[in-house]
Nanobody, 130 residues
Framework: QVQLVESGGGSVQAGGSLRLSCAAS????????MGWFRQAPGKEREGVAA???????SYADSVKGRFTISQDNAKNTLYLQMNSLKPEDTAMYYC????????????????????????WGQGTQVTVSS
């Protein structure tokens, strides 16, 4: 059974940094596409950053140049380094994994869509104050 557990959230001032981690278990991590999503109160869940099993990445325009997604296959862990945080980055952040049995579309257009992913963590809260 796939399990995803996020950590690393917290409260920071604008301009600060945080690193989120997502510990994965129950499957062969390196074969899965992984992503980070976020949801602010009253808003829809949105894709932040994602990575395919072969290392291709995609970022939301709002975080490009500030956030970096990475992974350590030996530790079955996905990371999101968040720098230059802004109050509008405040949200619950979720880790997600795509079932490896699903075919992978050509390109990266699908990576930031919620329905592209099948397994979700419980989330970790990020709050950025001005």
């Amino acid at each position: 059974q796939v399990q995803l557990v996020e950590s690393g959230g917290g409260s920071v001032q604008a301009g600060g940094s945080l690193r989120l981690s997502c510990a994965a278990s129950g499957y062969t991590y390196s074969r899965y596409c992984m992503g980070w999503f976020r949801q602010a109160p009253g808003k829809e869940r949105e894709g932040v950053a994602a990575v395919t099993s072969d290392g291709s990445t995609s970022y939301a325009d709002s975080v490009k140049g500030r956030f970096t997604i990475s992974q350590d296959n030996a530790k079955n862990t996905l990371y999101l380094q968040m720098n230059s945080l802004k109050p509008e980055d405040t949200a619950m952040y979720y880790c997600a994994a795509r079932d490896s049995r699903r075919a992978i579309p050509v390109g990266t257009w699908w990576l930031l869509l919620s329905h592209s992913f099948d397994f979700w963590g419980q989330g970790t809260q990020v709050t950025v104050s001005s």
